[in-house]
């Protein structure tokens, strides 16, 4: 069962360099999730998308745009890479509210 | 605002012993408690959770306690093992029923 799919695994980036982060899973869950990982600090909510079709701002949005491209799958882009957006960045589902969120194993994101 | 928190960074535990992780949580309205553990370089991996209905629940060696009164949720496993050396987080719902996640406890376990 591969679960939640996350490319690339790694990445380094110029600042003012656009890329997309993509996540896909395969367990037919309706949630997906974006989230940006700190050193020392707890997972932190970037956007989420609660069905196919919407998408809302998390704790952390500003730098960041997403598409749910449809019920797998779900990315994550930034369109003029800052050095404050060196993260790891993980992509999480669920079925539906009050259910476990099933991570990636994220993309280490490093901006110079 | 809300805020998920653990008491203590680092957790050293000798193999065999049990261990406890303690978490406190401020939002009253919270009705949904997770535990996750994150080895390093992985994504979280989900352990057990719990609902506000619920004071106790337990798993393969794990148990979660829940106290609402207090605002308090713990993880204990039982006879450590070193592949339980990790990173320990818990998350509770908010309001909208998103997931507000602690900073984590980092767990050693010693031979």
């Known amino acids: 069962n591969a679960g939640v799919t996350q490319t690339p695994k790694f990445q380094v980036l110029k600042t003012g360099q656009s890329m997309t982060l993509q996540c896909a899973q395969d367990?037919?869950?309706?949630?997906m999730y974006w989230y940006r990982q700190d050193p020392g600090m707890g997972l932190r909510l970037i956007y989420y998308?609660?069905?196919?079709?919407?998408?809302d701002k998390g704790e952390v949005p500003n730098g960041y745009n997403v598409s749910r491209l449809n019920k797998r799958e779900f990315s994550l882009r930034l369109e003029s890479a800052a050095p404050s957006q060196t993260s790891v960045y993980f992509c999480a589902s669920r079925v539906y509210s009050n259910q476990p969120q099933h991570f990636g194993d994220g993309t280490r994101l490093s901006i110079l | 605002g809300e805020s998920v928190g653990l008491h203590l960074p680092t957790l050293s535990v000798q193999e065999g012993d049990n261990s406890i992780i303690n978490c406190a949580y401020s939002n009253s309205a919270s009705d949904y408690f997770i535990w996750y553990k994150q080895e390093s370089g992985k994504g979280p991996q989900f352990i057990i959770d719990?609902?506000?209905?619920?004071d106790k629940r337990q798993g393969q060696r794990v148990t979660v306690l829940l106290n609402k009164t207090v605002k308090h949720l713990s993880l204990q496993i039982a006879a450590t093992q070193p592949g339980d050396s990790a990173v320990y987080f818990c998350a509770a719902s908010d309001s909208w029923g998103k997931l507000q996640f602690g900073a984590g406890t980092q767990v050693v376990v010693t031979p």
């Open positions: 998308s609660a069905s196919e079709g919407t998408t």
């Open positions: 367990m037919n869950h309706n949630s």
């Open positions: 719990i609902r506000s209905n619920m």
